[in-house]
Nanobody, 114 residues
Framework: QVQLVESGGGLVQAGGSLRLSCAAS????????MGWHRQAPGKQRELVAV???????NYADSVKGRFTISRDNAKNTVYLQMNSLKPEDTAVYYC????????WGQGTQVTVSS
């Protein structure tokens, strides 16, 4: 089992920045990819960014150049630095960890005002 605890969400004006953190505990040695997804009201959950154990990254087109995912394997933590935030980035952001199954955090709200 893997437990994920997110932090760092909040309310920010358009153009601002936020940094999300997700700390993993439990069977962390089994974790391969970690990532962030988001779900806006009335929309499906979508991938935002993913990072492999080795540090390779992939981003949704909508956040490329604005968001950066990073990972500290020693701290079992993944981060999402979000810059130049837009109102359309408003969503609940979920941390994800993959072993042989998917684990999810409880979600953290990010609200970007115009």
């Amino acid at each position: 089992q893997v437990q994920l605890v997110e932090s760092g969400g909040g309310l920010v004006q358009a153009g601002g920045s936020l940094r999300l953190s997700c700390a993993a505990s439990g069977s962390i040695f089994r974790i391969n990819d970690m990532g962030w997804h988001r779900q806006a009201p009335g929309k499906q959950r979508e991938l935002v960014a993913v990072i492999t154990r080795g540090g390779s990254t992939n981003y949704a087109d909508s956040v490329k150049g604005r968001f950066t995912i990073s990972r500290d394997n020693a701290k079992n933590t993944v981060y999402l630095q979000m810059n130049s935030l837009k109102p359309e980035d408003t969503a609940v952001y979920y941390c994800n960890a993959k072993t042989f199954k998917d684990y999810w955090g409880q979600g953290t709200q990010v609200t970007v005002s115009s």
